[in-house]
């Protein structure tokens, strides 16, 4: 990403929340951030995984419960959540990634049904009702997180900071060679590249960022629900980063950003607003093929030219046999 586009998101935030609701927003950058996590698993290293929400209600249940039974500060909570969510994305990839395709889906969705059962049955999860109450807290113990501006910039600053993440790993080699194993996961593995390694690294990093996202969402609305561990959740967060565009960097964030704001402001017509964002999906894979922002880019390209794949002349990391050569 250009330096343009970095300070017109940084500019865009810091104005937001005296344009719009700031808890409405604070909302959309949470699954915004949550979009972005999912897609560097999805739309760069070619995974598709139906239990992403079992990251994102799983840190979402124990950062409430940190932050509210002992009594942990916001941001230690946050970072426990966020860490927990790393460690279940370990153990859920390293069984999942033994399988490919449909089955490594299935497999994601199995372990992710276990996490719901758990937030369901578990004692201290809160069952039906959710954990509720959970307090903001001070961050540092010096700004009063229950004042909605402190915690909107608390909000987006962690949104940037993991966005700037997965920009970063896309553009560095580590990224090139997950590209590579979306591309052609054969040839990447005979170059020597480990795959089954890489997978899983980038199945880790895109666990816990969601785990991120939703440590924060818990803290922004003092409240984890069995919605957040659901697997429509999982769904939803498919539909978001297919619509803005897999793949790209901010298609995620527009996908969030329209699916978020249609149930927001269809709500009032119950359950036809999943009707309503059905239909607009089925338009939109009709439409444009590449998602929104795929297909802007790919407009602007036609328009004024340039090339198709801007990040081809990166160098892939070098390869065990290129080492020992």
């Known amino acids: 990403m250009n ?14 929340p005296f344009v ?3 808890v409405f927003v604070m909302k959309l950058l949470c699954f915004a951030l ?44 946050i970072l426990l959540g966020t860490a927990a969510a790393g ?11 033994r399988r490919h395709g449909i089955y490594f889906a299935m497999i994601t969705l199995a372990l992710a049904q276990i996490v719901y059962f758990v937030a369901l049955k578990a004692p201290y999860t809160g069952g039906e009702d959710g954990l509720q109450g959970i307090p903001r807290g001070q961050l540092f113990g010096l700004i009063d997180l229950e004042q909605s501006l402190n915690m909107y910039y608390l909000v987006l600053a962690i949104f940037l900071g993991g966005f700037w993440l997965v920009a970063r790993v896309v553009d560095s080699p580590f990224g090139q060679v997950l590209k590579a194993i979306r591309e052609n996961e054969p040839r990447a593995l005979s170059l020597g590249y480990d795959v089954a390694r890489f997978k899983l690294i980038a199945f ?9 996202a939703g440590a924060t969402k818990a803290l922004v609305f003092q409240f984890a629900t069995l919605t957040d561990v659901h697997w429509a959740t999982s769904g939803e967060v498919v539909l978001m980063t ?18 978020v704001s249609l149930h927001s402001k269809l709500s009032f017509i119950g359950a036809w607003v999943t009707v309503i964002i059905g239909a ?25 030219g340039g090339p198709r794949r801007p990040n ?7 390869s065990p046999r290129q080492r020992e050569a």
């Open 312 to 318: 081809n002349h990166k160098k892939l990391a070098p």
């Open 280 to 304: 607009t999906f089925i338009v939109c894979v009709l439409l444009f093929r590449r998602g929104i922002v795929g297909e802007l880019a790919e407009l602007y390209r036609k328009q004024f």
């Open 87 to 97: 460690v279940l994305g370990l153990v859920v990839g390293s069984l999942a990634i």
């Open 3 to 16: 330096r343009w586009l970095w300070i017109a998101l940084i500019v865009l935030g810091l104005v937001a």
């Open 242 to 259: 297919l619509l803005g565009g897999v793949g790209t960097l901010l298609g995620p964030v527009v996908g969030a950003f329209t699916v």
């Open 204 to 212: 880790v990093i895109s666990a816990a960022l969601a785990g991120t």
């Open 20 to 22: 719009f609701y700031p």
């Open 34 to 77: 949550f979009a972005c996590a999912f897609n560097l698993l999805l739309g760069y290293t070619g995974l598709l995984s139906f239990g992403h929400a079992a990251f994102f209600g799983g840190a979402a249940y124990i950062t409430g419960h940190a932050v509210k039974v002992w009594g942990l500060t916001p941001e230690l909570g």
